[in-house]
Structure formats: structure tokens, C-alpha cells
């Protein structure tokens, strides 16, 4: 089955600057990729997802890019804001209903 | 209507308990999920149900016993559950294929 591997699992950035959250895959099928943000007690929130037909995708300060040949696939946000401070969680699913996550990275945004 | 609601919020049960978590949406998904998160862990798939019927069990223990009644509506029904079972139990819905997948807030369950 499909196996997300997420890197790193804790990640402090001073606000304002970028932060980068990396993710790989192990199914050459999967063709679907989101990122979800949890914060402390509320469920995983979508925040930006790719489709295996586009290397690249952005939403005001997210991007999120694909290199299908290497099977990884990034987050990026930047000009951070101590809002952005979470759980952020990478999946990938084959285009079936069953999303795989990642183990999820604990970002931080120092004031 | 882009939610998905799930009742209720907190539960306390008992090990000899029978209870029931519900989840409903109303945006047309054709797939709807039962999920359980640990603190510090990812979602963990238990169960997914396309078009009103069962199409994924994640070999989930048989004291979770669920329920899709119509399209919109999601049952995970409880009984006999173990302490280690407390957890967050997330519902989750999408079109077919997977897009649009939304999480309900979930329900926090302690098993005492």
C-alpha cells in the first residue's frame, strides 16, 4: 500500500520568514495530493491541494509543488504569520477514496 | 452548506456502554469516512462508505460497528469499547475520487 513519509516533524520559524514542509510517496499511482492544517483540538482543515497534472499550485502566501519522477511533494508558506503556527499533515491518495498521511509536522511561528 | 456536523462533541462511556456517534452532510458527497486520531498522531482510516455502502474496512475491531442510512447520513455505533479506544473520531466526506474531502470537528470519546 501507499506509504507518506513527512519531513520535518517540528519546524520554528521567526514570523515573517518561509517555512518548507516535505513530503514523499511510495505509490507511482497516486495522483491526488492535500495538505490539511489541524490546530490544537479542531479537525485537519484543507488548505491547498495538486493533482498529478500540475507541478505546481499556489493560494496567496501557500504554494505547493510536485516532482512526480522523484515522488515528492513540498509546502511552502511564506511571509509567516503566528497565525500559521499548527499541525500540518501531507496525504496522497491514487484518485480512490482512501487518503494516506503523513506522520504531521509542528510548525511554529516566533513572534 | 459546506460542513460537516458530527455529534456529539465529548463523550464519557463505559466499557459496558452502547453508544453512537453521528455524522450528516448535505453537500452531495457520495463517500463518507469514519476516522480516529491519538494526540500527536495523523488520522487513522477506519471505515469509507461509497454510495450508501461499505467499500473500505480498515480491519477495524467489531466493537465499531457502522451504519450509513442514506447519503448523508454516517453512524458509528460503540459498544464494548476499552480505554485505549479514547480518542478523537473524525467523519469526513468527498465526491467520488476523493476530491473535496471535508472533516466534521469530530467527537472526542473517553472510555473509562
Known amino acids: 500500500g501507499e506509504n507518506v513519509e513527512q519531513h520535518p516533524s517540528t519546524l520554528s520559524v521567526q514570523e515573517g520568514d518561509s517555512a518548507v514542509i516535505k513530503c514523499t510517496y511510495s505509490?507511482?499511482?497516486?495522483?491526488?495530493f492535500p495538505w490539511y492544517k489541524q490546530e490544537l483540538g479542531k479537525r485537519p482543515q484543507l488548505i491547498i491541494d495538486?493533482?498529478?497534472?500540475?507541478g505546481e499550485k499556489k493560494d496567496q502566501r501557500i504554494a505547493v509543488t510536485l516532482n512526480k519522477t522523484a515522488k515528492h511533494f513540498s509546502l511552502h508558506i511564506t511571509e509567516t504569520q503566528p497565525e500559521d503556527s499548527a499541525v500540518y499533515f501531507c496525504?496522497?491518495?491514487?484518485?480512490?477514496?482512501?487518503?494516506?498521511f503523513g506522520t504531521g509536522t509542528r510548525l511554529t511561528i516566533i513572534p | 452548506d459546506t460542513e460537516v456536523t458530527q455529534t456529539p462533541k465529548h463523550l464519557v462511556m463505559g466499557m459496558t456502554n452502547k453508544k453512537s456517534l453521528k455524522c450528516e452532510q448535505h453537500?452531495?458527497?457520495?463517500?463518507m469516512y469514519w476516522y480516529k486520531q491519538k494526540a500527536k498522531k495523523p488520522p487513522e482510516l477506519m471505515f469509507v462508505?461509497?454510495?450508501?455502502?461499505?467499500?473500505i474496512n480498515e480491519s477495524v475491531p467489531s466493537r465499531f460497528s457502522p451504519e450509513c442510512p442514506n447519503s448523508s447520513l454516517l453512524n458509528l455505533h460503540l459498544h464494548a469499547l476499552q480505554p485505549e479506544d479514547s480518542a478523537l473520531y473524525l467523519c469526513?466526506?468527498?465526491?467520488?475520487?476523493?476530491?473535496?474531502?471535508?472533516f466534521g470537528s469530530g467527537t472526542r470519546l473517553t472510555v473509562v
Open positions: 496525504a496522497a491518495s491514487t484518485g480512490n477514496e482512501k487518503l494516506t
Open positions: 453537500m452531495g458527497h457520495r463517500a
Open positions: 469526513a466526506s468527498s465526491q467520488w475520487g476523493g476530491a473535496g474531502y471535508t
Open positions: 505509490d507511482s499511482a497516486s495522483n491526488y
Open positions: 495538486i493533482r498529478s497534472n500540475v
Open positions: 462508505y461509497s454510495y450508501e455502502k461499505l467499500s
